[in-house]
């Protein structure tokens, strides 16, 4: 079971980004799912979660307004859409399947992790 972070980069603040996260090995259609971040020399913080049938979102408040999370469950695939990006948004993304079908900000609720990519966004 595998789950892989694409989609980062280095970009001006003010910029775009779509980070990606796909699934092989196994479907997470009934699992929650998030996106949490590590900046250097920080510890790992929540940024957003959707449920299984992405009728529930949330977003650390930090990012909203910023930052949208969705996913295709035909393509076991999860988005982070991030908009006016900042300099302090700059940190390791990782997504997470969580062990429910809920969604939770607590990174101990999510078993599987992806490997994390890195999003640098520059003054």
């Known amino acids: 079971v595998q789950l892989q972070a694409s989609g980062g980069g280095l970009v001006q603040a003010g910029d775009s980004l779509r980070l990606s996260c796909a699934a092989s090995?196994?479907?997470?259609?009934?699992?929650?799912m998030g996106w949490f971040r590590q900046a250097p020399g920080k510890e790992r913080e929540f940024v957003a979660a959707?449920?299984?049938?992405?009728?529930?979102?949330s977003y650390a408040d930090s990012v909203k307004g910023r930052f949208t999370i969705s996913r295709d469950n035909a393509k076991i695939t999860v988005y982070l859409q991030m908009n006016s990006l900042k300099p302090e948004d700059t940190a390791v993304y990782y997504c997470?399947?969580?062990?429910?079908?809920?969604?939770?900000?607590?990174?101990?609720?999510?078993?599987?992790w992806g490997q994390g990519t890195l999003v640098t966004v520059s003054s």
């Open positions: 090995g196994r479907t997470f259609s009934n699992n929650g």
């Open positions: 997470a399947a969580g062990r429910g079908s809920y969604v939770s900000s607590w990174s101990h609720e999510y078993y599987y």
């Open positions: 959707i449920s299984w049938n992405s009728g529930t979102t």
